[in-house]
């Protein structure tokens, strides 16, 4: 049955008294169904008509309500710029509440952050296709951002009902509105307030989604920032504490992480690779070479998906997992060679032309150089004998035993 | 994330020239394409067996299989690979070592 805004006033106050978070997040929403209901009863409501419900539920939700029924009126009549306006004025109403009052309320506070980034992406989105100026998501960024404030004063609550528990997913959500407008500096601000909090729980406390979210971000910035170990490592958290039907998160986490591993020495088995085909697609030619040390083969899959890897700012890092190709190239020179200590320089000259690259000699000794220096290969090279002279045991190390492999690339 | 996507309007002969290639690789990019981003989770909380630590039988996330992690091989040296591309390098090798043998004497 269709409610009208009495009702809704009185369903408000319901779940003001039960502290029924969910239930006011759900109220508030403009998707659900009691929005359309209340444009229609209310017929063309506007801040002036409405104005005699105020007083009638305790302050401000008086005119929350209102605010609310606007929001939902504009949407319903295609104004996404007006829509997102009377929802940031929600918002703004909903914080002087939530200030003073405990965690029961962040089911409420993220709903109605969600929606107010939701309506900035239509705002922006619609005034973008009719050549107009918007800057409603960079906005709704500066509340997000003001929302963490509000969540870290709470001083007054126990720690287990206190705001503080939504600053995690606050800031994942602050962090989703800087990558989307690409302002991804600014980011910096808020996350060095977060990592500078000593009086809140640990991030393995908060619920899985809050931790996954925001370790998602904080690797893809410190791979942004070329932090590599840092990224490895957030990304692996994320990767392994997402759930596993959420699988185009997970494919996006793994964008990032499986390049990063394999810089590491960590290549991806086919049981990982089969669950995510559009990875399989992307990495696959590359981790085959680096296994065969086939080197013409890796400089055709990057010739062939250099595109690809630009958009996702990739391009550099495969770039860089050649060097474990060339490494497998170089091993296989040592095996042809009976795994001799000794190895003219001649003899990786000749396997580099083998492979298409029609290189000097020096280039061969400066690339066998390169690779002892980064440790991926144990030896020295006798310059005047044109010779590389290979430890007797364990010359070609594992990729993945060099002591810092993300310092020397 | 890049700013490549910055569209001039300016020169429309270049751009409807790029476009093609452009579309197919997004078509490839899937979920991956810049406009798509991490989508919030519908549940907010959920237990190990729901995840990929659920097989990882206690080890270190991300051990590789020599750590228990059969996700990631961190052993992949083949001292065995015959193809093409051996056969030519032994070749190769060959003659090159002989004539090295060979300008020694």
């Known amino acids: ?65 209102i605010q609310y029924v606007l929001t939902c009126t504009h949407i319903a009549r295609v104004r996404p710029a007006e829509a997102f306006k009377e929802q940031s004025q929600l918002v703004s109403l909903f914080f002087r509440f939530f200030i003073e009052n405990k965690g029961w309320t962040l089911p409420a506070l993220f709903s109605v952050l969600r929606d107010l980034r939701d309506l900035a992406d239509d705002a ?130 793994l964008a990032y992480l499986i390049p990063l591993r394999i810089l590491r020495g960590h ?88 492979s298409g690259l029609s290189v000097e000699a020096e280039e061969a000794e400066c690339l066998v150089a390169n690779l002892i220096y980064k440790g991926f290969v144990r030896g020295y090279i006798s310059h005047e004998k044109q010779m590389v002279v290979l430890a007797a045991t364990n010359a070609f190390p594992r990729a993945a035993d060099r002591p810092a492999p993300f310092s020397l690339i | 994330m890049s700013s490549a996507s910055t569209s001039k309007p300016a020169d429309t002969k270049a751009a409807a020239k ?12 899937g979920v991956l394409e810049e406009d798509d981003e991490f989508e919030e989770f519908p549940a907010a909380d959920w237990d190990d067996g729901q995840t990929d630590l659920a097989h990882l039988g206690g080890s270190a996330p991300g051990a590789a299989k020599s750590g228990g992690d059969n996700l990631w091989e961190d052993n992949w040296d083949d001292d065995s690979i015959e193809d093409d591309f051996s056969v030519q390098l032994r070749n190769e090798l060959t003659k090159t070592s002989k004539g090295e043998t060979a300008m020694e004497h």
């Open chain 1, 267 to 354: 290549l991806p088995t086919d049981e990982l690779l089969r669950r995510f085909p559009l990875l399989a697609d992307l990495f696959v030619p590359f981790i085959a070479a680096i296994r065969a040390g086939d080197l013409a083969a890796f400089d055709r899959a990057l010739a062939q998906r250099e595109a690809r890897l630009i958009d996702l700012n990739l391009l550099l890092t495969l770039e860089k997992a050649r060097e474990l190709c060339l490494r497998g190239l170089f091993r296989r020179v040592w095996i042809t060679s009976a795994k001799a200590t000794r190895v003219p320089v001649s003899m990786f000259h000749c396997a580099l032309r083998i």
């Open chain 2, 18 to 29: 790029e476009d093609k290639p452009k579309e197919s690789r997004q078509a490839q990019l």
């Open chain 1, 124 to 253: 922006d989105w619609h005034a973008k296709v009719h050549s107009e100026h918007s800057e409603c998501k960079m906005e709704a960024a500066r509340v997000v951002a003001k929302a963490f404030s509000n969540c870290m004063t709470d001083r007054a609550s126990p720690m287990e009902e206190s705001r503080k528990w939504g600053v995690y997913y606050v800031v994942g959500l602050a962090m989703k509105c800087y990558f989307k407008v690409k302002r991804i500096s600014l980011t910096k601000n808020i996350v060095k307030a977060l990592e500078n909090t000593s009086d809140i729980p640990p991030l393995e406390q908060y619920p899985r989604a809050h931790q996954v979210t925001y370790r998602y971000y904080i690797g893809m910035l410190s791979f942004l920032n070329e932090e590599f170990a840092k990224a490895e490592q957030e990304l692996t958290l994320a990767f392994y504490n997402c759930h596993i039907e959420a699988h185009d998160n997970q494919t996006r986490i």
């Open chain 1, 1 to 65: 049955m269709p409610i009208d805004f009495s009702t809704f006033l009185t369903q408000i106050n319901d779940a003001l008294n039960a502290e029924n978070g969910p239930n006011l997040a759900y109220l508030l929403r403009p998707t659900s169904p009691h929005g359309k209901d209340l444009v229609k009863s209310l017929r063309a409501p506007t801040a002036v008509s409405l104005a005699h419900f105020k007083g009638s539920i305790m302050s401000p939700w008086d005119e929350i309500a």
